[in-house]
């Protein structure tokens, strides 16, 4: 992960400045409400016929007879209510919200697990869609982009190495060599999540291209479709012992795969910038959806607090449980504003000016709302690790964050660089204020 | 503290209600560029200057010679800028800011020791101007009111009791009897704030006047002169080894201390009432400075670590310092948008309605702060716990907001109650949604 | 879960008592190196063979060919040695070790998956096999106990319902009505760990028999072979996705299942008496294990930072890493004398007496250990949570921990109750001591 | 602070090894009964007379009449009754205890403010005479070791310096020049405990005397009578406002200060291997004491939680202040344990091969006392952080413990990398242990 130059003054904003006006637009209102509405009455009980109809598939990998037209039915007719890729702010496409309109919605998106896909909005997609719509050439939207935003195929990111610590994006040893007008692409990506799904057939692949550049030139991003011959899946990986099959989290090796030299996306010893492109909004995505998650998990935790009995009481007014509510409310009403403000900020200065915003939410947000979630689990007994309850899936999903996108570490490390750094300047003056009684 | 009745749909606001523009208003942004101009021109060097004379004063429980005159003199000057009273939103008298603009300036207030007082903004007369705005009788308000706004006199706030937990406001001892047209009062009193004070003219004190009606009409307010015969300074309280002398935090006793009938606010058996309606911005008014406070630690703790040389490095550098760094900054902007959230709240809402934020905000900041306080101490290592840095004194006065107008417990206590209550009529619903595979 | 009465003296224990001589004794010392040994060359290599073929069986609920061979090969191997049946203090049988030494050997069981098997140590067989060894007829002994010891068969322990809060070992629904000289049982038990392997033979079954009964003796514990007509099991329930299987955490009706009068173990009305007896030891061993299991995951930390590189160093000297690191061994040290000093009070006091060391050891260890796996899995970045660290597994194992035998709130209210029971008396006398200066 | 070589074995010790015999020896049982008895009996009530005589002394660095007299009764009785100087182990005075009898003295001294004193126990006594007892000349052990040892004169250690981090001990600027048959030394320190009082007659000062040798032999120390000319006393620093006279935490310049060249200890350069040798027992001195303050703040918390009501209830009833108490509980028993093997390891192993387990208690136990304090502070509401009960003061008193010997963060460092260290050798064996499945 890159040391952005944050501006000194990223937090001496004038108080009057448009970042501190949350409200959601006036335009966004209705549509807030529409989706909503369309989760309530037709995404939640497809998903749980779809989950049904997933429980005795032979194949994992693949979709269960009957599940694909399940999903397309609510596709085509969030399509049709115009309930469709919100995510992209200032698309020339015409679509998408503002980010913090976008923030809004996510959340409720959050709160759903087939929401996102029935709606167009789902990770890694937006990222990629965006990465193609922000810099692919016609060509490259025409084959990628327009069939994404369509709904009709699905995407995946192939970034993370095995062997290198891929919070250092600098890190990548899958090599492509250009040979005449191909690229020819040899390595190993895992966690690459997505890959899995049969819809899924294009990999955006980030790849080193230029080791004699300066580090952060080296990389390049490409376009390689899945069916691809050398495009070798592996083997899906777990989390907490989820496969989450058919997406999945795929081990994918390159042998000598050879693509055209114009799927090369912005150009050689691009790929870090498309990287840094692409995260902004990616990493908010998912903790605005975490806030919806985390609403859930408070509002289980309390209708079980009511609902149970031990000792002679509801367990929600035995022991510090109250607190525990307490605290949980207040940690999701600060993370929200937080993510709003975030969004507000790549809306007003920019995905770069406002990284550090993103930086702030991603370190702040998996972490606290893998804590609530724990404690709904705890609330639970041993239903909270069950299959009955979303609960262990809501905490693997959470807790799998922490490690996406940059460690939640990394994310602590540019930010208190960057305090450091603003502070920097006014070391010397420190004498003065710091004195209270000599 | 009381249950209040939150409304169910406290959180489900909508997202596009103006709740959710935290923007300063135009108005008051010249005003708050002015504040802090003042305090880095005027009130600091003064602050500098009083602190030097008190050392030596033969009484602590008296102004050095000098220091009114240095006070007052800043005084003045804040009142002729028109830097005077901002805290009153929506007075007939004409002062004051919304509580959101305050919020923007309390924070820079709480960086500055002395910032408060100057501009008359200090507690506890703040909460007590405001009541007397709000309920008192136009010979009350000339008697006290007037001078308050001034900032001739100063008053304090009796309310706590030794002997009861002062969390539940109907534990009061203190009585009051009228007797033909005098109400007669007998009891204690202790940390009573700014009692110890010359300066200090007026208690509002709370007294049981009517022990058989019920327990939230049972206390009364009433105004009691500081020289009213039967008034006894017993002595000051410490707060961690402070005496916060001349203010104090007095003890009090009252020996058949009589005052006129007209004395008694709003009404006999009101005083719960009354302690609701100043509580609500007084609490916040509390945590808008402590945002303040909490940048002056980070600053410090900064600027100590680039400052200061181990094991061959800057500290900042050491460990996980840049974490600790990092967490403070993510906290202190969660905490920041929590409290314009709040004042904001009261404006839009009324301080009734909005009395869960507050609730949110009292039991979320001060324990905060006290970390971040805490940290920065750690890294000044001796100094940090001395009077050679203003650490351990900023420490005392976080440490006490976490007990004073009611412990964290009980305000955690107020919002988790509401969280249940408010999920309880959905309790029903709960098998269905909660089921992710049966 | 019971009110102990704890001695209020449990604490002011004599410091030269033996309670402090945490050693193990001379004629464990041969037997752990032996242990120790034994795991390293035959049970780890035989568990990497056990898992591979495992992995290919069509039936997740039966053993794939070869496992069982290679399992009993081992369990041969540990009898022949003397490696049997440790866990068993001062028995009839005359195996077992003190609860002290077996402290230690658990830690070192802990830190292997298959040890436990193979030394015939693993639960709920333990737990089963102490209630048979102290409760059981000659016959019930001759019946289940022995094949148990000869690691012949498995059993399980019925004790939690779905619809009760099983915290309250009161709250036991499933019946038992004797009709002539059988019970029949109706009810419905679930998380029943080890149901799920074709060798597990009986289920120690917790019913109501005795609804007129005071509270602690409505419940009855009765010896229920699994394949007695009329019990059913429902299917496997997860751990964070995992469903341990063969052994499962088995969801099992019970459809008028009829056994003879003979099985009821004790008598009736005596299964709160029983399960007492039961959970002291049973809930110690999974904590000494857990010892065991933290050390393991330290080690794969510290490996994992020393072997893996960003920003141009070893993560463990990365940020607050070495930090981290010497908190979880602080911790492991800590929780280590902590299971020790259980496990002798046990020895020297008696389980009922030493119930208050279990309790805190409970309410310690599995939350501990939890965090340490998890800044383990940080550490490790996606590898972490995959298949491919024995990390995620170790936490869902812990994090079960937290909530069997009763959730770690239950231990902290007996813990915290017992404490202000033994301070209650004391009461009168604060005054005096805590004014520290009038 | 240096980097000890820790062997690589240090925990994985034998388990049979006396190391885990933390039993008190028969010979030190009935002198801790009668520190007990002598506790109760002479020193809290003296304790109570002292405070009170001091309070309205004109100059806060002398003793009110009648202050030393009692104290001087009180010391003369318990050395009279032998209780006297238990903490210099295997001394060749033939006084003292081995550190592990005299951590479970040392635990009932730290519930009492002034009984370390009146047994010569205190800090920074027993440090000094530890020093002087294993590196003293004959001649300086006649002139200071034997007025210490009869508790005639006090003493103080002259290491911290103001601007540079004392946690590396190698950053000492007071410079001693050899001129003719005197060390001239100039500098200046600061936070010298003890060195206010009127008694206090030796500094034991840490001079840098050879800056051209390695880093860890440029200092020495050096004895440096308090009446000395050239030796001024600049002022007493406080700890969150206390300036605890008459003893204080006093800045010191040195100027020009001359003493004999026979006042150099063990001799020129040796000055950080003395400081290593002081720190061990020093260090685990506090910590001992320390278990003790945690005792009796958990006492005061749930005596106050009996006595007081809110809302219906006792306080201790109420929200997870049980859970609190609990936790608090099992930290005190885990601390006195990891106290408790530290002393033994003293005993056992020698102070050096012990480091490790001294940095891992003092990294611990102030830290968490602390919290315990602040608990309790909590349940007291204002009267917590005020004079009328000890706990702001403990408060003071223990953090500051997490600054002085090290800051926390430099212990921690010292066990990090310890494990780092021993982990290292092993690393390569890592692939096999953690593949869990390939």
Chains 1, 2, 3, 4 share one sequence.
């Not at 009511?306 to 940690?331: C, D, M, T, Y």
């Not at 915003?357 to 239903?383: F, N, S, T």
């Amino acid at each position: 992960m890159s040391q952005p130059q944050i501006p000194a003054n990223a937090f001496s904003l004038d108080p009057s400045d448009p970042l501190n006006d949350l409200r959601m637009s006036e335009k966004a209102k209705p549509l807030y409400e529409h989706v909503k509405r369309f989760i309530k009455e037709t995404v939640d009980p497809m998903a749980v016929e779809y989950e049904k109809l997933g429980r005795n598939r032979a194949d994992r990998w693949s979709y269960a007879p009957g599940q694909l037209e399940l999903l397309d039915a609510a596709k085509a007719k969030a399509k049709a209510e115009g309930l469709w890729n919100f995510f992209l702010p200032d698309a020339e496409t015409g679509e998408g919200l503002s980010n913090l309109d976008y923030a809004y919605i996510a959340s409720e998106l959050g709160k759903s697990p087939m929401a996102s896909e029935c709606m167009n909005c789902s990770a890694p997609d937006t990222g990629n869609m965006e990465v193609l719509e922000r810099v692919g050439t016609p060509a490259q939207k025409a084959q990628w982009l327009e069939p994404l935003l369509k709904g009709e195929i699905r995407s995946a990111y192939a970034m993370t190495e095995l062997h290198h610590a891929s919070s250092d994006a600098r890190n990548v040893a899958t090599s492509a060599v250009l040979e005449g007008d191909e690229w020819v692409i040899n390595g190993e990506k895992h966690y690459i999540s997505g890959a899995g799904s049969p819809r899924c057939k294009i990999l955006i692949t980030m790849v080193r291209t230029s080791p004699d550049a300066p580090p952060h030139k080296q990389q390049s991003m490409i376009l390689v479709p899945k069916d691809t011959p050398g495009v070798e899946i592996v083997g899906g990986q777990h989390v907490f012992a989820e496969d989450h099959a058919p997406h999945g989290h795929m081990h994918i090796r390159f042998n000598n795969v050879r693509v055209p030299a114009s799927n090369m996306l912005l150009g050689e010893g691009r790929g870090f910038e498309i990287s840094q492109l692409r995260l902004g909004p990616g990493r908010i995505h998912h903790c605005m959806r975490s806030i919806g998650a985390a609403e859930v998990a408070l509002d289980l935790m309390v209708k079980r607090g009511l609902s149970r009995q031990a000792f002679g009481k509801q367990l929600v007014w035995l022991g510090g449980n109250v607190e525990i509510i307490s605290r949980a409310r207040i940690e999701i009403e600060s993370m929200r504003l937080m993510v709003l403000k975030a969004a507000k900020a790549m809306d007003v200065l920019g995905n770069k000016e406002a990284r550090l915003w993103v930086h702030m939410v991603k370190a702040m947000v998996p972490e606290r709302v893998c804590k609530i979630i724990d404690q709904a689990i705890q609330m639970y007994g041993a239903l909270g690790v069950s299959q009955h309850t979303p609960l262990a899936h809501m905490y693997s999903q959470q807790r799998t964050l922490r490690l996406a996108d940059g460690p939640d570490e990394v994310h602590h490390m540019v930010v208190g660089r960057s305090e450091v750094r603003a502070t920097e300047g006014a070391a010397e003056e420190m004498q003065g204020s710091m004195v209270w009684r000599s």
